[in-house]
C-alpha cells in the first residue's frame, strides 16, 4: 500500500539502502497502478500529457522513469502527469527528493513529496546533501549536488532517465540570464531538451509548455487531493540573479512584450541547432588530436595545429565530455594563451589552470584533466 508522511525518514536516504543514521530507510509502495494515476485525470492537461508519452515512448520498453521532485507545483504536476502515462505504457515511476538543507523549510518539503509520492502510489526516494557554496557559488554548488545526489539515487534502483521540470518560463529566463552574463551564440541554447550526467540521462519534455498551463493543473489538483506544494522563498529573493528578474524585470517585459518568452525559446532552439552542427565539427576535430582511451587528454602539438578559430571550439567540446562548466570568455583567452606558448613537451613551465575542481595540466607534451588532489 501506499504510504504517506509517516514514512518519511528522518535521516535522509529513502531508496532501500543505508539512511544517514545507518538505519534502514523506508520506502513508498512501488506499483504504478493505472486506478490509482486514473484517480487525479481531472487534473492532468492534454497538452502536458502529450510531450511526455512522445519522450517517454523512445525510451526502452518497460525501463523504469524517475522524477525529480522537488514537491514544488513544477516537479509535482510533473509527477503527477508521468504516473498516468507510466501507468499507461506499464512502466515503473520513481520520485527522487534531494534535501539541500539551505531553508529552515526544507524538511517540510521532503514530507510533503514523499506525501504526494503516496498519493500516487510510487516509490520516493530522498537523500540530504551538504551544499558548499564557496568557490562558484550557492546556486551552482546546490545544482552540481543535487545532480550528483539524483544519479547516485537512480543508480541505486537501476534507473537510467530522469524527468525534470523545467518549462518554458524557466527557458526563456535561462536564455535572457545568459544574454546579460554575455554568453555567446552557443550559450543562448540554455537548457537542453536531454542532458547526460554521469550515466544517467535527463529528460526535458516541457520546455514548450508555459507555467501557467503547470500552474492550472496544480490548482485543479490541490481542490480533489487536498495537497499543496512547496514554496520555496529564494524564488522571489532578489539577491539571487533568477529571483531578481523575476521580481524586477518579467512585470515590464510581460507588459510591453508578452510573447518575450516564447521568442526567447524560440531562439534556444535556434541555437541549439547551431549547437549541434558546431559539436558535430568539434568531434572531428577532437579524433585528430590522439586523445586518451578516457578522453582526459590529448596532443598539444595536434591541438596547435588546428587553425585558430577550431581551438576554442574543440576544447569547449572536451570539457563538456568531461561534464565540467564551461569557463567564462576572459579565462577561456587565458588558457589560449598558456597552451599557445607553452614549450610543445610542456617543460619551460609549469602549466596548471584550475577550473571547477579540476586541474587542467601539460605534462610531457599533453593537455590533461586530473582531479585536484593528483596535483601536488
Excluded at 203 to 222: E, G, K, M, N, T
Aim: charged share 20%.
Amino acid at each position: 500500500m501506499s504510504s504517506g508522511p509517516a514514512d518519511v525518514p528522518p535521516d535522509g536516504l529513502d531508496s532501500g539502502g543505508l539512511a544517514q543514521s545507518g538505519r534502514r530507510g523506508r520506502r513508498s509502495s512501488n506499483p504504478c497502478v493505472l486506478s490509482a494515476a486514473a484517480s487525479w485525470d481531472a487534473a492532468c492537461d492534454a497538452s502536458l500529457l502529450e510531450p511526455l508519452r512522445a519522450v517517454m515512448a523512445t525510451l526502452p520498453a518497460g525501463a523504469a522513469v524517475g522524477v525529480a521532485l522537488s514537491a514544488g507545483a513544477d516537479s509535482a504536476m510533473l509527477a503527477l502527469h508521468a504516473a498516468r502515462v507510466a501507468a499507461t505504457q506499464q512502466r515503473t515511476l520513481h520520485c527522487f527528493h534531494i534535501h539541500h538543507g539551505l531553508q529552515p523549510e526544507a524538511d517540510v518539503w521532503m514530507t510533503q513529496a514523499h506525501a504526494l509520492a503516496g498519493l500516487l502510489q510510487v516509490s520516493c526516494h530522498s537523500r540530504r546533501v551538504v551544499v558548499d557554496g564557496q568557490g562558484r557559488g550557492m546556486e551552482a554548488a546546490a545544482r552540481a549536488a543535487r545532480y550528483a545526489a539524483l544519479s547516485e539515487l537512480a543508480q541505486g534502483v537501476g534507473l537510467a532517465h530522469m524527468l525534470l521540470a523545467h518549462h518554458q518560463d524557466d527557458q526563456a529566463e535561462t536564455v535572457l540570464l545568459r544574454l546579460l552574463r554575455g554568453a555567446g551564440p552557443l550559450g543562448l541554447a540554455a537548457m537542453r531538451p536531454l542532458m547526460r550526467f554521469q550515466e544517467l540521462d535527463c529528460h526535458r519534455p516541457w520546455l514548450d509548455q508555459p507555467r501557467s498551463r503547470i500552474l492550472a493543473s496544480a490548482r485543479v489538483f490541490a481542490r480533489l487531493s487536498g495537497w499543496q506544494p512547496a514554496r520555496d522563498p529564494s524564488n522571489v529573493d532578489p539577491r539571487y540573479a533568477r529571483a531578481a528578474l523575476r521580481t524586477d524585470l518579467v512585470p515590464v517585459l510581460d507588459a510591453r512584450w508578452p510573447a518575450w518568452r516564447q521568442t526567447l525559446a524560440r531562439h534556444a532552439r535556434q541555437a541549439q541547432d547551431l549547437s549541434a552542427w558546431v559539436d558535430d565539427a568539434a568531434h572531428d576535430d577532437w579524433v585528430r588530436l590522439q586523445p586518451a582511451a578516457d578522453g582526459r587528454s590529448f596532443s598539444l602539438a595536434a591541438w596547435r595545429a588546428l587553425p585558430p578559430l577550431r581551438q576554442v571550439p574543440v576544447l569547449r567540446y572536451w570539457l563538456r565530455t568531461l561534464g565540467l562548466r564551461m569557463p567564462t570568455e576572459a579565462r577561456m583567452h587565458a588558457w589560449l594563451r598558456q597552451l599557445r606558448q607553452v614549450h610543445a613537451l610542456g617543460h619551460d613551465r609549469n602549466v596548471r589552470l584550475r577550473h571547477d575542481g579540476v586541474w587542467i595540466v601539460v605534462d610531457r607534451g599533453r593537455v590533461g584533466c586530473v582531479r585536484e588532489t593528483q596535483v601536488e
